[in-house]
């Protein structure tokens, strides 16, 4: 079974990932690819992400394991930048093939959640020329509880 | 050979610096000493978690870091 996790430090295009990704799974049935990019807030001007490499890449790839053990896929792509980005840049991406659509949307879903809240990443934004600090959000509990 | 201490998230900023050298042994008194005012506070903060050469520490009160050893300071993660 194919797992593909890495983080990037440049700007990438999910399309071409994508493209490899499924061309590595003949016969799959359906595949479901998730890209998050940063959102034009207000006047956000920048976003950066910084992660510990012993802890996120390590971190990323037991949920990668943990989503092929949960549903029934014949791969999942994992993609994360770190580093500064501007609004409208990919900064997540996430793909599963599977025999049946359903876990391939559920596998994407159940990982993203845990991308979101359970990471090893730090985020500070810029407005107005000034640096801070996102903090953990409530959602983000709410959000992996669905999962058990 | 020293003890490298890595400070993740706004601690870097608290600290001035991505990162600082201490003497070897070291535990978690002996670092509290070396980290001051509102960076001290913070390292303390029930929700700061302390990696131990790249596994997160039960009870970062435990801390026992040996020369060579590299402890990273985890605040919280951010949202989505």
């Keep these: 079974m194919a797992r593909d996790v890495r983080l990037l430090d440049a700007p990438f295009n999910p399309a071409s990932y994508v493209e490899k990704f499924t061309g590595a799974h003949p016969g799959l049935g359906g595949v479901c690819t998730f890209v998050g990019e940063v959102r034009s807030d207000d006047d956000v001007e920048a976003l950066e992400l910084s992660h510990y490499e012993p802890l996120t890449l390590a971190g990323m790839e037991k ?4 989503a092929l053990q949960r549903f029934d896929l014949m791969g999942i792509l994992i993609l994360h930048r770190v580093g500064a980005m501007a609004p409208g840049e990919p900064i ?3 793909s599963a093939c599977a025999r049946h659509r359903r876990d391939a949307i559920q596998a994407v879903d159940f990982a993203m959640d845990h991308l979101k809240s359970d990471a090893w990443f730090w985020k500070r934004e810029k407005r107005g020329g000034t640096w801070s600090w996102i903090e953990p959000r409530d959602q983000d509990h709410a959000d992996l509880a669905r999962w058990g | 050979m020293a003890v490298r201490v890595v400070f993740l998230g706004k601690l870097a900023d608290l600290a001035n610096a991505a990162e600082l050298e201490l003497e070897a042994p070291l535990d978690w008194a002996g670092l509290l000493d070396h980290l001051h005012g509102a960076l001290g506070e913070a390292v303390a903060a029930e929700k700061v978690k ?12 435990q801390l026992s870091a040996a020369d060579g050893d590299e402890i990273a300071l985890l605040p919280p993660v951010s949202g989505g």
């Excluded at chain 2, 302390?50 to 009160?61: P, S, Y």
């Design chain 2, 50 to 61: 302390l990696a131990l050469n790249g596994a997160v520490l039960a009870d970062k009160t």
């Design chain 1, 92 to 94: 997540v991406c996430v």
């Design chain 1, 63 to 66: 949920l990668a394991d943990a």
